[in-house]
Structure formats: C-alpha cells, structure tokens
C-alpha cells in the first residue's frame, strides 16, 4: 500500500479492499484539496478527509456499486465538516458566554451545601436561619411562623450563627 493513511482502514487480504484502495489513491488528492479550501486548515482537512474515507470504507460493499461513489465521498466529507462547524460555533458561543449556561447543577449543589452546612444546627435553629436569613422575614414574622417570641427568634439565630462560625473557622 502505498499511503500511510491507508493501512489504517484496509485489510490488505481483502478482495474488496483492491478496488477501495483504488479509488482512495484516485480521490484522495481532490477531496484533501476541496476541504482546504473548504476550512482553509490543512490539520482540519487532513482529519475530515480520513474519517469521509473511512466512513466509505466501512460501507465499501453498498458505496462500490452507487453510480457516483464519489459524490457520496463528498458528500460524508461535507456533512463531517458541518458537523464539526456545529460543534465548534457551539462551543465558542459557550466559552463567550452568548449561550445561557445550565445552572441546574450548580443550584442542586449550592442547596446541598445549605442542607449540609445547617444539618448539625437544632432544629428551631434551623427554622431561625432558614426564615430570617435565607427567605428574608423579619425576627417578628418568623416568631408568628414558629409560634415564638420574636427575642427567641434572634435569639435562635445568633446561636445558629456562632455554630456555623466555629464550625467555618472563624472568629465572632
């Protein structure tokens, strides 16, 4: 076989792979070309034009007897570099940040860390911070919430604090 690129695909002992490494020496040269100027990078052109051969190998047995296998040839090659014109505009619109990120992750984690940080707190601490610190009520609202005295909310809450204090490492 005379292109390296060729052993990659072929079976040298198969009848079939002749007429296949036949057709790879005759349009090689041209579809490497077409895809230059396609991408206008010779390393993207190289790669689109193995896996658009390869592809064509894999289906060599139906490709071998279409009446332009050629413009098949083309035609995977085409599809492969809109394929990676796809994925590339996709990816540079999220590095720019023009696509909405998925935040669900994050939310999930940032709750978990909550229900993690709080999980060593009583439970009337919990309630203390949950209402006053996380959802914004007053010390008054979260007592008429809890059933309790307003001093006993804050009360609860400065508590709750000093433990998430000592348990972060840090001082009052």
């Not at 051969?53 to 040839?73: I, K, Q, T």
């Not at 085409?78 to 994050?106: V, Y």
């Not at 940032?110 to 949950?130: I, N, T, Y």
């Not at 008054?140 to 204090?165: C, D, F, K, N, Q």
Request: glycine fraction near 6%; hydrophobic fraction near 45%; proline fraction near 5%.
């Amino acid at each position: 076989m005379s292109d390296p690129l060729l052993h990659l695909v072929m079976d040298p002992d198969d009848a079939a792979a002749a007429s296949f490494e036949e057709f790879f020496e005759r349009e090689k040269a041209a579809l490497f070309g077409a895809l230059c100027l396609v991408t206008r990078n010779r390393h993207e052109a190289e790669e689109l034009t193995q896996d658009a051969f390869l592809a064509v190998y894999e289906r060599w047995d139906r490709v071998r007897g279409m009446d332009n296998p050629s413009g098949y040839l083309y035609r995977v090659a085409m599809n492969a570099f809109r394929s990676w014109n796809r994925r590339a505009a996709l990816a540079a619109r999220r590095t720019l940040g023009l696509t909405p990120a998925d935040r669900g992750i994050e939310e999930i984690e940032a709750a978990d860390a909550v229900v993690r940080a709080l999980s060593p707190l009583s439970p009337r601490q919990r309630a203390a911070v949950v209402l006053v610190d996380l959802l914004g009520y007053s010390a008054e609202e979260a007592g008429r919430m809890l059933g309790i005295r307003p001093a006993t909310v804050r009360t609860h809450a400065s508590r709750a604090h000093a433990e998430l204090r000592s348990r972060m490492g840090k001082r009052p």
